[in-house]
Antibody
Framework: QIQLVQSGPELKKPGESVKISCKAS????????MHWVKQAPGKGLKWMGW????????TYADDFKGRFVFSLEASASTANLQISNLKNEDTATYFC?????????????WGQGVMVTVSS | DVQMTQSPSYLAASPGESVSISCKAS??????LAWYQEKPGKTNKLLIY???TLQSGTPSRFSGSGSGTDFTLTIRSLEPEDFAVYYC?????????FGSGTKLEIK
């Protein structure tokens, strides 16, 4: 069955970096784009952008340009999100989500989410 | 960016009742609206896309309607497993945007 399994929770200090992984199984990884979504504590969902898993090209929402990097380990069917120079406001749960078909813009499978806590 | 306004933010109902959740877009998104269900310990579930198309596996008691700026998710005859948080999301244009969520609780 199709699954997106994300890495475990992270506790980081301001200024540090974090890398979150999202391992896909049950389908051909490069056939579906992967998106990233942020959920701050007690808040709703915010779209961060996406990566074309065939070409490797990332696209970032405006609020996530600069410190955020989407990458792939296609041979391992894994998408990664790296956040550098962490700030308190990066404290959130980060989800990966598979786009049902390229450019349809909605998500048929989600990861379980990774809680990232930034605290000094 | 398209702002999505979801209401109510909280809804209490009893099993067997029917409920409706509203989602309004700040500009026309045609019919490009999705609904998701969030439950503790489970991954988010796509229920409906393109306004009214049920995702495979979504029970028929769920229905979506609307076009342009006004959309509704209706759940008929609530089952115990339906008590969850529901989000709408427009998939008409980038950046993709979500509503703030509706928590459906048992009365």
């Amino acid at each position: 069955q199709i699954q997106l399994v994300q890495s475990g929770p992270e506790l980081k200090k301001p200024g540090e970096s974090v890398k979150i992984s999202c391992k896909a199984s049950g389908y051909t990884f490069t056939d579906y784009a992967m998106h990233w979504v942020k959920q701050a504590p007690g808040k709703g969902l915010k779209w961060m952008g996406w990566i074309n898993t065939y070409t490797g090209k990332p696209t970032y929402a405006d609020d996530f340009k600069g410190r955020f990097v989407f990458s792939l380990e296609a041979s391992a069917s894994t998408a990664n999100l790296q956040i550098s120079n962490l700030k308190n406001e990066d404290t959130a749960t980060y989800f990966c989500a598979r786009e049902r078909q390229l450019y349809l813009g909605y998500f048929d499978y989600w990861g379980q989410g990774v809680m990232v806590t930034v605290s000094s | 960016d398209v702002q999505m306004t979801q209401s109510p933010s909280y809804l209490a109902a009893s099993p067997g009742e029917s409920v409706s959740i509203s989602c309004k877009a700040s500009k026309s998104i045609n019919t490009y609206l999705a609904w998701y269900q969030e439950k503790p310990g489970k991954t988010n579930k796509l229920l409906i896309y393109s306004g009214s198309t049920l995702q495979s596996g979504t029970p028929s008691r769920f229905s979506g309607s609307g076009s342009g700026t006004d959309f509704t998710l209706t759940i008929r005859s609530l089952e115990p497993e339906d008590f969850a948080v529901y989000y709408c999301q427009q998939h008409n244009e980038y950046p993709l945007t979500f509503g703030s969520g509706t928590k459906l609780e048992i009365k």
